[in-house]
């Protein structure tokens, strides 16, 4: 199966940073998109940013210009540097990625995996 382990998690002062990581593992043949999401409390889970393989970015309009998607395809990890905290950006933040897994030769299996969520709160 596949894992995926986020950190960086924490309380933060409004205007402060935080970067938060998730390393993927497990029977993996290739990744496609990795991606962030969150979730505040008594609110849907939201689309953070995402980036592609090929390094393609896109984010959701409440954080562009403040936090940067990037990922280290040799280690399989996603990153999310975020700058200018505000305390709406307070939820847990869960990474995912699509993960295409070798069954057999011939046959893939592709499928979206999630992390267990880090708590973020900014705070003063």
């Known amino acids: 199966q596949v894992q995926l382990v986020e950190s960086g998690g924490g309380l933060v002062q409004p205007g402060g940073s935080l970067r938060l990581s998730c390393a993927a593992s497990?029977?993996?043949?290739?990744?496609?998109?990795m991606g962030w999401h969150r979730q505040a409390p008594g609110k849907q889970r939201e689309l953070v940013a995402v980036?592609?393989?090929?390094?393609?970015?896109n984010y959701a309009d409440s954080v562009k210009g403040r936090f940067t998607i990037s990922r280290d395809n040799a280690k399989n990890t996603v990153y999310l540097q975020m700058n200018s905290l505000k305390p709406e950006d307070t939820a847990v933040y869960y990474c995912?990625?699509?993960?295409?897994?070798?069954?057999?030769?011939?046959?893939?299996?592709?499928?979206?995996?999630w992390g267990q969520g880090t708590q973020v709160t900014v705070s003063s």
């Open positions: 995912n990625a699509v993960v295409r897994r070798r069954i057999v030769p011939n046959l893939y299996d592709e499928s979206r995996y």
């Open positions: 497990g029977s993996i043949f290739s990744i496609n998109d």
């Open positions: 980036i592609t393989s090929g390094g393609s970015t």
